[in-house]
Each structure stands twice: as C-alpha cells, then as structure tokens.
C-alpha cells in the first residue's frame, strides 16, 4: 500500500480566506493523485484528479497542485458551501489509498 | 448521468449474512470497474476492492481480502459486496463507486452511490 497523509486535521477560517490543504505520499507518485469533497451525510465528490485536473462542474476556486510525494488543495476564496472534509487519494496503483481527511469550517 | 443506486440500510446481528447492492444506469456497466469503499462512524474512507463486471475480475485491498466478497451480475447492471459472518466491526456506511483512470495506473472514482449504512449489533 501507498500511505497518504494529510495535513491538518482541522482547518478553521473565515469566508473569503485562501486555504490550503496538504497531502503527502510515503513513495512517489507522479501527478497520479485526485481529491474528494465530502459533505456531512452525502457521500464523497469528486473535485480534482491527476493532481490538478478540475472534474467538470467543480467551482474554479478549487485549484490542485504537486507531484512526486507533496500536493496541495486550495480554496482560493472560502465560501459558506465549502464546509466538508477533504480526503486526497493516489490513483498510481490500481489499489487507491486515501488520506485521513481534513475537516473545513468556518 | 451516470447513475449508482444501493440497497437500504441494515441491521444485522453478528455472525449473520449479508449482500448488498449496487445498480448502475446511464452508462455501459459492463465496461467500467466498479468499486466498493467503506467509511466507519465518525471516520475517513477505505479503499476495499474492485470489479470489472465483464469478467468479475477482482482486486481486494490486503486489509479486506478474505473478509468480503466483491462480485457483479452484468445481466442486470448490478455489483454486490457480500459477508458470510458479520462482526460489530463491520459498522460503517458502504459506498459503491465508478473507478476510471489511465491504462497502466491506477483509478480514481468519479461516480458515488448514495452509500448503504450497514449496523451490526446484538
């Protein structure tokens, strides 16, 4: 397995902030990483994959960036309806892993 | 739109059997994998296996290998995830989900169901 963590745990911060979430692999992992947005009681979205390809339909304040071990989300400008848990996940081995998840809140 | 549904919710005693399901609609099923990914109370997300419904090939995760049966019926656009004897452990909302990628890499997952709490208690 590939491990992924993620870093922080909790983020706190205000409408209109930047944020940036960090995800870091144990091995290298190319451009072969996505993100998923998870809303209380819904299940996962899918936001960003091969690192900083947005999905279709996914506000352009969502932005991806990394390769190799570390990547990065940000939220260029907070707003109300990003409060959820991100997760990163590799896709270089056909069995993903994902990472702990960081917690937003405003 | 590519489309998931899962069965209901259930509440198992330990030691039971249990399938779940996982219908696909909207797009060719038999062509994509389709994956299974569990997320227990108040936790993140695990990757458990995958199936490609055209032949069942199957990749499990090594954590539950030998603990879950993952299998697909592509005459009805369906994918299962199967227990023989449950455990209070097995708590967790499944999700089904389409795995896409590029030849030769791995996958990542572009359409979710809408997940099936499964509650295993005595």
């Known amino acids: 397995d590939i491990q992924m963590t993620q870093s922080p745990s909790t983020l706190s911060a205000s409408v209109g902030d930047r944020v940036t979430i960090t995800c870091r692999a144990r091995?290298?992992?190319?451009?072969?990483l996505a993100w998923y947005q998870q809303k209380p009681g819904k299940a996962p979205k899918l936001l960003i994959y091969?690192?900083?390809s947005l999905q279709s339909g996914v506000p352009s304040r969502f932005s991806g960036s990394g390769s190799g071990t570390e990547f990065t989300l940000t939220i260029s400008s907070l707003q109300p309806d990003d409060v959820a848990t991100y997760y990163c996940?590799?896709?270089?081995?056909?069995?993903?892993?994902f990472g702990g998840g960081t917690k937003v809140e405003i | 739109e590519v489309q998931l549904v899962q069965s209901g919710a259930e509440v198992k005693k330990p030691g039971e059997s249990l399938k779940i399901s996982c219908k696909g609609s909207e797009y060719s099923f038999s062509r994509y994998w389709i994956g299974w990914v569990r997320q227990m109370p108040g936790k993140g997300l695990e990757w458990m296996g995958i199936i490609y419904p055209d032949d069942s090939d199957t990749e499990y995760s090594p954590s539950f290998q030998g603990q879950v049966s993952i299998s697909a019926d592509k005459s009805i656009n369906t994918a299962y995830l199967q227990w023989s004897s449950l455990m209070a452990s097995d708590t967790a909302i499944y999700y089904c989900?389409?795995?896409?990628?590029?030849?030769?890499?791995?996958?990542?997952?572009?359409?979710w169901g809408q997940g099936t709490l499964v509650t295993v208690s005595s």
């Open positions: 091969k690192a900083s």
């Open positions: 996940q590799q896709h270089k081995s056909n069995l993903g892993t």
């Open positions: 091995q290298s992992i190319s451009r072969y």
């Open positions: 989900a389409r795995p896409v990628g590029v030849a030769g890499t791995g996958f990542y997952f572009d359409y």
